[in-house]
């Protein structure tokens, strides 16, 4: 049977191509005997044939026989790699004719049409198409891709990440993802695919996942506090936002859940102060009012992460609360939590506590017995570069959090108070005028307690003296050693 001759024989049948491979090596064979694209039925899973699909298979299947038999075989296909690159891409647009398009742009160009490239022809303008859509596909999945950590005793993959992608990017989205990160081990699911990297082989699978909710990463309540605690309302812009990523890719990110709440609050407080310029702007009536009647009384928080009694909570990660035995005898108050403390939620854990840590086992003082917490219980501070630095609080906020250290002092009942630094000094004595220096050379009596004064351990660590900082260290041994003494019945 000639070559010009086979493609009469040939019946219209369905031809199975799950993937690139396939459908090349099937375009091949067609081209090669010149079937016509109308001649052909493609299929992209098995159960996508008519109920002929089996009869037509046999007819093919005896076609394909007669043809390698013939004893004048068909030239060799020969194609531009630029052209089989560009079939390659455009192979994974979703489509349901792809198989069926791509080998009539084969076809085409067999044929002597190049034009079939070109943007003016209407098939190349769809091959165009769908290559810059897989493309554009390939680099969102790049850039909106997250991956999340797993426990190490869980074993591998480390990383995990679910992405639902438009086009059939995830083996090339792989091969990225394998240089990326070198040894490690990951994970991307889909809906319709799973790929795996073991650090040294990839592994292609079906569906693993039914969604994002099969992914436990347990860090990410605390992503979320933070972004939260970043999100400045005044430089929202929403529309643009929605430009720069498109809304399909937010169910991949996980503050995605956060974000409609916090662009609802940031509306809201754009109209409040709206009316409020507007409503200073109109002139009234001056009324004169005490200052116990300027505020009403205000049901007080019933516990520590509710406490809106200053603006600080809207910058800080949490709040911290102090820590130790309920009946301790001494109680260790510092300033405010640090830049470690606001994330860890405990005090002293930073620099500054280790020092604090070293005083007290000179002072043979074991921490264990000691009540430690602060002043001021959020983290203020601001940015310098992209670090958070300690700011000092303002009196206000210092005085309005003194609600929750005096909240400490009746519960605890300590018998000597040691204050650390001169914002706790103002706090543990409420008066804003001492001056620290005034206090730090004997204990003095303060609502039945004892009140000993030093520095703060900070204070220790940043002076830039060394032989000053050898006295800010030995001055806060001695004042331990004293709170340690007068607790044993010493005299102060």
């Known amino acids: 049977m000639s070559g010009a ?7 219209a049948g369905p031809v199975l191509a799950r993937d690139f491979a396939e459908w090349r090596e099937a375009a091949r064979r067609l081209i090669v005997r010149r079937v016509p694209p109308e001649s052909i039925q493609w299929m992209q899973h098995a159960g996508d044939a008519d109920l002929l699909s089996d009869v037509l298979a046999d007819a093919g299947a005896a076609n394909d026989a007669g043809a390698e038999s013939a004893p004048h075989a068909a030239p060799a296909l020969r194609v531009p790699r630029a052209l089989m690159a560009m079939l390659e891409c455009a192979a994974c647009f979703r489509a349901i004719d792809r198989w069926a398009f791509l080998y009539r742009v084969l076809w085409r160009w067999q044929r002597g049409e190049q034009e079939v490239l070109s943007m003016a022809d209407e098939d190349g303008a769809r091959l165009q198409a769908m290559a ?26 480390r990383f995990v990440a679910w992405f639902e992608p438009a086009q059939d990017v995830l083996p090339q989205v792989a091969q990225h993802f394998v240089r990326r990160m070198g040894r490690i081990s990951w994970m991307i699911a889909t809906p319709d695919a799973t790929v795996l990297w073991d650090g040294a082989q990839l592994h292609h699978a079906a569906a693993l996942l039914r969604g994002p909710a099969d992914i436990e990463d347990e860090g990410e ?16 812009n929403a529309d643009l936002m929605h430009s720069h990523i498109t809304t399909r890719f937010w169910r991949h990110l996980s503050e995605a859940a956060v974000v409609p709440e ?10 409040r102060t709206g009316q409020s310029k507007a409503v200073g702007r109109r002139s009234g009536t001056t009324i004169p009012v005490s200052a116990e009647q300027a505020q009403p009384e205000r049901e007080q928080p019933r516990n520590l992460d509710e406490c809106r009694r200053c603006e600080l909570w809207q910058n800080a990660t949490q709040a911290v609360a102090g820590q130790g035995p309920r009946h301790a005898k001494i109680m260790l108050v510092g300033e405010q ?3 470690q403390e606001d994330l860890a939620g405990k005090p002293f854990v930073g620099p500054a506590g280790e020092l604090l840590e070293w005083a007290m086992e000179q002072a043979g003082m074991d921490r264990r017995q000691v009540y430690i917490t602060n002043a001021v219980k959020h983290f203020k501070w601001e940015l ?24 400490e002092l009746n519960q605890i009942g300590p018998g000597v108070v040691v204050a650390l630094g001169s914002t706790a000094l103002k706090s543990v004595l409420q008066d804003g005028g001492v001056n620290l220096k005034d206090y730090m050379d004997e204990p003095v009596q303060h609502e039945g307690r004892w009140v000993v004064a030093t520095y703060h351990p900070a204070y220790a660590l940043r002076v830039p003296d060394a ?3 050898e006295d800010a260290r030995a001055a806060i041994v001695a004042a331990l050693r004293t709170a340690w003494r007068l607790t044993q019945g010493g005299a102060a």
């Open 262 to 271: 916090m662009v609802a609050q940031a509306a809201t407080g754009a109209r």
């Open 467 to 469: 032989q000053a900082r």
């Open 337 to 339: 939590p640090g830049d």
């Open 384 to 407: 310098r570069g992209k670090r958070r630095l300690h700011k000092t609080p303002a009196q206000r906020e210092v005085l309005a959090c003194h609600y929750w250290l005096q909240e």
């Open 221 to 236: 309540a605390l992503w979320l506090t933070y972004y939260r605690s970043i999100f400045n309302p005044a430089r929202l």
């Open 132 to 157: 810059k859509a897989v493309r554009r596909e390939e680099h969102d999945m790049h850039a909106y891709l997250r991956f999340r950590e797993r426990p190490e005793d869980k074993g591998a993959p």
């Open 5 to 11: 001759a086979s493609a009469l024989d040939w019946p």
